[in-house]
Every structure is written in C-alpha cells, then in structure tokens.
C-alpha cells in the first residue's frame, strides 16, 4: 500500500480512496470493518477519509504529512514542547477517547463479600440527591435515569501492566509528535483553532461562560478536521508515548484552573504543544486517574 501524504490523498478520487482504504483493511489486525468515506471540516480544513469499525469503536485513516511542530515562545505557567519537524506516517486513529483509569462495571459482577463496601455505597447513592459520587481511585457512581452505573478503577500498577491488558497485538498509542499532529490537524496556531481562547464559548468547569443547550456537546469536544474527538478538559490528559517512556497531553489535570488561574491559563493545557512541568512527580496511579487514551494502528 502507498504510504499517502495529505496533499497527494486529497488529490484522490472517490473511487481510488475507497480502493486505498481497501488496501488499508487488509494490513489491520482482524476483526476491523470497512464502513465508509467521510468528510470532516473543522477550523477552516477538511478531510474526506475512511472509517472502519473495531468492536464497536470507530477508527478514521489520517494519511501523513511533514509537519512543524512545538513552540518557541516562552510562557510563565507552562512549558511547550520545542519547534522541530516531524514527518509523520499514516495512521488509523481510534475517534473517541476512552478512560484509562475507569471501567464500567456491570453490577452483577459485583461479588456480595468482596465488594460489599461498594454495593452498600450503591444502595446509599440510589436514595440520595447526588448525580455522582467518586471514592479516590476505588469506585465511582453515576446517576442515569433509573440506572446507577458503576466505574471501578484500574488496578495496574504500571504503565507496562496497563498496556498488557488494553493495548492488543497490532495496537499502540500515539507519539507525542503523532499525538500534536492528530489534535492539531497540522495547524501552526498555539490552538488547534488558533492562537487564543474565545472565552464566551462553552467550556467545561467555567461557570459563567456563554451556555447553550445543556445536552449539546461542549464546542471543544466535537469532531476536528481528521474525525477526531478530544476532550477539550484541562482536567483530563490524553496518554502518549515519549523516547523516554510516556507523558500526558492537552490538560494539565486541572492545575491551572482550578488554582485560580481564570480562562485563559485555565484553558492553556489545551494547547497543542503544552507539556505539563508537574507530571513528573506523579505516580502511575495519580496520572492514571486524569488519563484518557485512544489507539492507533501504524501503517
């Protein structure tokens, strides 16, 4: 298969996408399912690409490209990651996040003796006011309706321990490089929408911003120009891979903001090239509770 740069891919007819994204099928790992060619816009760019299915989870091909990445500007509550080049190969992303730190647990695999604490939380949460309720890194409960959902932690000790259950043969995760390419879509700006935050959009844990429909999705949350969900949180780190092992990107678990810091600081750990200068004195266990994490298959 011919390893597409995003230039020469947009020259590409429907016809000839459809036949490359064949190809594409069958260097993945198996269970994965063709679905269709799409066309994603977001911040003034466009991609017209293929989605393919994995046990329930869709995945869009993003063709490569040579990138700069970083920034060369200095900033007094955070540290950016450097201005460099980086070629990128194509890859096939996963669209949506997920929790790297919790799992639901269907309440029947609750066992009567061991979880008892828990199932007793349960029973509390059911007859009280509360929409939600979270015991440190042990269990989590949230309000659906009628339905309590029940959300355990992770009980990985490693990074290494963690990958062994959630990362299967033919799986990785993203590079930082990869990472800033996915999120940024390639866009030079210090955001992936440019160079500052519109403080009258909606925005997570910002009281006052502008609000809408309360069940619309927060802007930042929606899909980029490549397909792609983040979760536009500071509170929350997307898990990537590093030559020294691994960081966090696009939060800063709520440093800033929740230290005071107002919007515009608050919301800086969604910058593309955003390093978190803190992250080194957390434990696995304490990273994990912020992370979320997608897959990505190497082509």
Not at 68 to 74: F, K, P
Not at 85 to 114: F, H, K, M, T
Not at 161 to 180: A, K, N, R
Not at 202 to 215: F, K, Q, T
Request: proline letters at 7%; hydrophobic letters at 35%.
């Amino acid at each position: 298969m011919e390893a597409w740069k995003r230039a020469a891919w947009g020259q590409l007819t429907v016809d000839e996408k459809r036949h490359a994204m064949q190809e594409v099928l069958k260097q993945l790992p198996a269970g994965f399912k063709w679905l269709r060619l799409e066309r994603f816009e977001r911040y003034r760019q466009s991609l017209e690409t293929g989605v393919f299915l994995y046990e329930g989870s869709e995945y869009v091909y993003v063709p490569g490209d040579t990138v700069t990445l970083g920034r060369s500007e200095v900033h007094m509550y955070a540290e950016m990651s450097p201005v460099r080049e980086a070629v990128i190969g194509p890859l096939l992303v996963q669209r949506q996040p997920a929790s790297a730190g919790w799992y639901e647990c269907p309440l029947d695999r609750l066992d009567p003796e061991e979880d008892e604490d828990v199932l007793e939380a349960i029973e509390e949460f059911r007859q009280g006011p509360h929409t939600s309720y979270e015991y440190s890194q042990y269990f989590r409960l949230e309000r659906d309706g009628d339905r309590v959902v029940v959300y355990l932690f992770d009980d990985s000790e490693t990074f290494e321990e963690w990958c062994e259950s959630e990362l299967p043969e033919g799986f990785t995760l993203p590079t930082e490089d990869e990472w800033e390419y996915l999120y940024g879509a390639g866009a030079p700006t210090l955001f992936p929408w440019g160079d500052k935050i519109d403080e009258t959009m909606r925005l997570r844990h910002v009281s006052d911003s502008s609000e809408a429909n309360a069940e619309d999705p927060y802007p930042l949350e929606l899909p980029n120009a490549f397909g792609l969900c983040f979760p536009g949180d500071p509170y929350k780190k997307e898990l990537v891979l590093t030559p020294d092992g691994i960081t966090g990107k696009g939060g800063d678990g709520g440093c800033n903001l929740h230290g005071g810091q107002g919007v515009a600081l608050g919301y800086l750990p969604t910058a593309t090239a955003f390093r978190d200068p803190y992250e080194s004195e957390l434990e696995w266990e304490d990273l994990l509770d912020c992370l979320v994490y997608r897959r990505v298959v190497r082509l």
